[in-house]
C-alpha cells in the first residue's frame, strides 16, 4: 500500500555533483528539499573521477571552455556562482588540493572528499535525501509536481532534474532527464559520446601494438567548417593505445568531432622542426634520427618508412620528399571510425535545449518550478574540471531560483 503523500518545496532527481549541490544551497536557503536517486550509492561519478583524485574545478573556467548549441547560455550561470566560490568551499572544508595543469584543481587525498562536503552540506541544509528510489513517474498537477514512486508519492512547487548524461550507465546513467523533456514537448539536442577515445577500423600505424603506450605532445583539431558547436583546437598529450588513440588531446577534440569527418593532428612544432631539418649538422643524419629529436624513434621510423626515407641520408631527400614529410608530419588528417562509446565517455554533447530554459535560473520556460540543472543540459565542459564547475553553477542558480 502506498505511503501518505510528502509535500516539499523542491524534490530534486539524481544525487550526483548538481543535485546534491543544489540540495545544499537550497535546504541552506530554507527550502525543505527531498532528493532522490535510483542508484544503490550516490555519488559514483565524482568518486571515479580525475582518477581518483576528482578535478572538481579549473581556475580558468569561462564560457570558451563551453560547448552547447547556445555558446552564451553558461555565462549568467558561471559568473554568479565561479570556480573561486568553488575553492572557497573546499577551502572552508581544509581539502587539500593541488593544480595539475592550467588552472585544473585537483584533491591531493581523494575525490570521496568531494562528496563528503557535499553530503555535509545536504545535512547542514536538513535535505533529506533517498536512495535508491526508483521514479515511476512525474505528474504536471495545477501548480504542483508529483513524483511517484514504488512506496510513495511526492509534491513539491519545484522539480529540479539532475539525472545527468548518458555517459558510463553501469554507475546508473540513464536517459531520464531525455526523455521527461521530450515527453513534455521541450527540445533535445541529439546527444553524443564525448571526452572518449577515438577508435579505428584499420590500423593507423603498420601494427598498432607496436606504438601502444607512446605518449606524445601533439596540437589536435577537429570540427572545421561546422557551425554548431564550432571547431576545437588543442595542444595536449596524445596516447597511442591498442584500440585507437586516447590521451588528453584526443579526448579534448572528440567532443567536437562527428562521424564522417577527419581530425587533425600535428606530430611536431612546425618551427622546431624547421630548425632540425634547416641545421647543417643535419645533413649527414638519417631521416628518423632527425626526426627522433622531436618524437620517439619508433614513430620516427614509421614515418620515415611511410616515405621509403628509413635510413635516408637528409642530404639525399628530394624537396618533393620533404614537403611530403611535413604533410605526414604536420598535416596529419584521419578519420576515426567512432568513439568508444558511453562506456568509455566521460561526458555528453547535447541534452535538453538551453533554448528551452533560462540561462539565469535553469527553469523551464514554458513549465514553472521545472528545472534541468548539470550534464543533463545541452552544455559540456572540456576536459580540466569544467564539467563539475558546471554542475555546481547550475546547481547554484537553481537554487536561488525556486519558487
Ligand atoms: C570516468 C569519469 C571521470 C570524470 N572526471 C571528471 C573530472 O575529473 N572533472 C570534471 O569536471 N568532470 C569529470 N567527469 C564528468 C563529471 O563526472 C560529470 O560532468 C558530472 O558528474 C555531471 O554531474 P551531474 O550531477 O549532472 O550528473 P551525475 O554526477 O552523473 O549524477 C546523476 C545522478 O542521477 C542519478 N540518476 C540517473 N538516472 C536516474 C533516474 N532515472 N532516477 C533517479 N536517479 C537517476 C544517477 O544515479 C546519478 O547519481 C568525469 C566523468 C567520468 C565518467
Redesign the pocket.
Known amino acids: 500500500m502506498l505511503k501518505e503523500s510528502a509535500v516539499f518545496d523542491a524534490i530534486i ?7 546534491l549541490f543544489c540540495a545544499g544551497v537550497a535546504g541552506q536557503l530554507g527550502k525543505k528539499v527531498l532528493l ?4 544503490k550509492i ?5 568518486r ?3 582518477g581518483g583524485r ?4 579549473n581556475r580558468q573556467t569561462g564560457p570558451q571552455h563551453f560547448l552547447s548549441m547556445n555558446p552564451h547560455f553558461v555565462k549568467s550561470a558561471i559568473s554568479r556562482f565561479s570556480s573561486a566560490d568553488f575553492i572557497k568551499l573546499v577551502e572552508r572544508y581544509d581539502i587539500a588540493f593541488h593544480e595539475k595543469h592550467r588552472g585544473q584543481l585537483f584533491c591531493d587525498v581523494s575525490a570521496k572528499q568531494i562528496i563528503e562536503l557535499l553530503l555535509s552540506e545536504c545535512e547542514i541544509g536538513n535535505v533529506e535525501i533517498k536512495y535508491p ?3 515511476q513517474e512525474v505528474i504536471a498537477s495545477q501548480d504542483v509536481w508529483e513524483v511517484c514512486t514504488q512506496e510513495q508519492k511526492f509534491i513539491a512547487k519545484n522539480l529540479i532534474i ?4 548518458l ?2 550507465p553501469a ?4 536517459d ?1 532527464a531525455l526523455t521527461l523533456a521530450k515527453r513534455l514537448n521541450i527540445p533535445v539536442v541529439t546527444p553524443r559520446a564525448a571526452l572518449v577515445p577515438l577508435s579505428f577500423t584499420s590500423g593507423i600505424f603498420s601494427t598498432m601494438d607496436d606504438f601502444a603506450g607512446i605518449s606524445i605532445p601533439v596540437s589536435i583539431s577537429a570540427g572545421k567548417n561546422r557551425v554548431h558547436y564550432g571547431h576545437g583546437h588543442f595542444q595536449e598529450d596524445l596516447l597511442i593505445t591498442h584500440k585507437g588513440l586516447s590521451g588528453p588531446a584526443v579526448l579534448q577534440a572528440s567532443s567536437f568531432w562527428q562521424e564522417g569527418e577527419p581530425v587533425n593532428i600535428s606530430w611536431i612544432d612546425e618551427s622546431l622542426w624547421d630548425q632540425v631539418a634547416n641545421a647543417e649538422e643535419s645533413r649527414k643524419k638519417s631521416t628518423e634520427a632527425l626526426l627522433a629529436q622531436l618524437i620517439p624513434m619508433r614513430l620516427a621510423k614509421e614515418f620515415s618508412e611511410q616515405l621509403d626515407l628509413l635510413g635516408k641520408n637528409w642530404a639525399e631527400v628530394s624537396q618533393k620528399k620533404r614537403q611530403q614529410l611535413i604533410d605526414l608530419l604536420i598535416h596529419w588528417s584521419v578519420k576515426p571510425a567512432g568513439t568508444l562509446g558511453w562506456n568509455k ?3 555528453m554533447v547535447g541534452g535538453v535545449d538551453t533554448k528551452a530554459l533560462d540561462s539565469k535560473t535553469m527553469m523551464a520556460k514554458n513549465y514553472p518550478g521545472l528545472f534541468f ?4 543540459v545541452d552544455v559540456t ?1 572540456h576536459l ?8 555546481w553553477s547550475s546547481g547554484y542558480v537553481c537554487a536561488h531560483a525556486l519558487i
Do not use: M, R, Y
Open positions: 532527481l539524481g544525487a550526483g555533483a548538481a543535485g532522490l536517486d535510483h542508484a550516490i555519488g559514483e561519478k565524482i571515479i573521477s580525475g576528482c578535478n572538481f574545478t528510489v526508483s521514479v539532475a539525472t545527468g548524461g555517459p558510463v554507475i546508473g546513467a540513464t531520464f565517455a566521460e561526458v540543472i548539470g550534464e543533463c565542459g580540466g574540471g569544467h564539467n563539475f564547475q558546471w554542475a
